[in-house]
């Protein structure tokens, strides 16, 4: 498997265009199994916190090592693509991701789960991988498509909800074994995975072109790690947890948030949270395509906006106001509950936004550091995935000290807001900056006024 460097320039021939496209395409095809792989925990947790025997904040845990580890990794991988090339890098996560899927299925205890979960999560950094292999192999015309296409791979969050939703005796012991090796129950899935691992990895080994394209390669290490100075690295992270972070998080989050708020089953509940993940991946090209046209810094108004919204509605508690007459009695005024349509419409919207939103965070990334892709994607993607690392026990410990299942909602609605209005006074300020004349003009109209 030997890979040579070629230059990292946008595809202009026909064989580029091929190549270009079965990168695309594998790298997704790899990026939605591994993101499957990554958060498989959520709709899982349900059986699994049945036969530990675990809390609430034990089993947020589990989800948030594997998030962890799919995320701290991030930035390493996307340098090292850029440096070897993803086809090296693609195929041999696939492979070591396979290894502790496997064992997944024999585990026996609450410590030895945690540790597998966690090995487990590696499956998450290959995010930034994609990302710097398709700048290299894509025109910047195309990248925030083709970046965008790639990023929907984020619909990975949704196949093993939707392998419940088919086959729901599997994940409560109904299941039969595999090949007689692998026990029945929800360790049927990462069974099921370990063998997509290994098929994949062969099939990118089979398809993808040999001669990959590199953006970093022989660039020095700091020269690469250069940009990350930069405070809009930081501040494009930030977006990323809002838009990817808090997705992550509400994707393990919201099976068990279901089951324990609306009474209903596992079954269903798997099926209305892959309503909110749909939307949260597939409508990721779209925000590529959205910010091509319209730029990635309106678009992220646009995603903030409808994220306020519909967070801060989600996040009112049910109940109402309880009015004290002098004479003692006692009436009850404003009622206020919110039924699973209405909650489900709006995870919905918000999962619409979030979807655009992680679009238009990595379209800013080729357009102010084109040749540092890997590294500026990798942090920002490891920032990201560590609000998905740290949201989970934050929604956990909120609802414990607050007695409230929508504070869950309420760490989102500020996360969002913080993010906005740093958006907006850095807006503001560059205006300043650049047109000092305006923006004195401005203000004395106002104080005339």
Same mark, same amino acid.
């Given at each position: 498997m030997t890979t040579t460097t070629a230059p990292p320039l946008a595809a202009t021939t026909p064989a580029d265009r091929s190549g270009a496209n079965r990168v695309l395409y594998m790298s997704t095809i790899a990026f939605t199994l591994m993101f499957a792989v990554w958060l498989m925990f959520g709709v899982l947790g349900v059986p699994i916190q049945q036969e530990f025997g675990l809390t609430d904040p034990q089993l947020a845990w589990i989800s948030a090592v594997a998030v962890l580890n799919g995320s701290m990794w991030r930035l390493p991988a996307g340098?090292?693509?850029?440096?070897?090339?993803?086809?090296?890098?693609?195929?041999?996560?696939?492979?070591?991701?396979?290894?502790?899927?496997?064992?997944?299925?024999?585990?026996?205890?609450?410590?030895?789960?945690?540790?597998l979960a966690f090995l487990v999560g590696f499956a998450g950094n290959l995010f930034s991988v994609g990302i710097a292999w398709n700048s290299a192999w894509t025109p910047r015309e195309r990248q925030g498509f083709a970046l965008g296409l790639f990023g929907a791979g984020n619909v990975g969050a949704s196949v093993t909800k939707l392998l419940v939703v088919l086959f729901p005796g599997l994940v409560v012991g109904g299941g039969a074994t595999v090949a007689g090796i692998f026990p029945s129950g929800w360790r049927v899935f990462p069974a099921i995975y370990t063998v997509a691992l290994v098929v994949v990895a062969v099939l990118t080994l089979l398809v993808v072109p040999r001669k990959d394209r590199m953006g970093g390669a022989g660039k020095p290490l700091a020269e690469m790690l250069a940009p990350l100075r930069h405070m809009r690295v930081w501040r494009f992270s930030l977006y990323y947890v809002a838009v990817f972070g808090a997705y992550v998080a509400l994707a393990a989050w919201l099976p068990k948030y279901y089951v324990d708020n609306f009474d209903i089953d596992l079954r269903t509940a798997a099926l209305l949270t892959a309503l909110f993940i749909f939307p949260a991946s597939l409508l990721r090209p779209v925000g590529g395509i959205f910010s091509d046209r319209f730029g990635a810094r309106r678009v992220m108004y646009w995603t903030f906006a409808v994220m306020l919204v519909t967070t801060g509605i989600l996040m009112m508690p049910n109940g109402f106001i309880t009015v004290v007459q002098p004479d003692g009695s006692t009436s009850e005024h404003l009622a206020y509950t919110m039924g699973v349509v209405p909650f489900t419409m709006l995870l919905f919207v918000l999962g619409c936004a979030m979807?655009? !939103?992680?679009?238009?965070? &990595?379209?800013?990334? +080729?357009?102010?550091?084109?040749?540092? /892709?890997?590294?500026?994607?990798?942090?920002?993607?490891?920032? !990201?995935?560590?609000?998905? &690392?740290?949201?989970? +026990?934050?929604?956990?410990?909120?609802? /414990?000290?607050?007695?409230?299942?929508?504070?869950?909602?309420?760490?989102?609605?500020?996360?969002t807001a913080l993010c906005a209005a740093w958006m907006h006074w850095t807006v503001v300020h560059m205006l300043h900056r650049q047109s000092p004349e305006l923006a004195r003009d401005l203000e004395l109209k106002e104080a005339v006024r």
């Open positions: 340098m090292l693509t850029d440096r070897i090339g993803g086809r090296i890098v693609t195929i041999s996560m696939l492979l070591l991701t396979a290894i502790p899927c496997f064992f997944l299925t024999q585990v026996g205890s609450y410590g030895a789960l945690l540790i979807g655009v !939103g992680k679009a238009a965070v &990595f379209k800013h990334i +080729p357009e102010y550091f084109p040749d540092n /892709v890997g590294s500026v994607g990798g942090l920002v993607g490891m920032l !990201g995935g560590l609000g998905g &690392f740290f949201l989970p +026990p934050l929604f956990a410990y909120t609802k /414990v000290w607050t007695a409230f299942p929508t504070s869950t909602f309420f760490v989102l609605f500020v996360l």
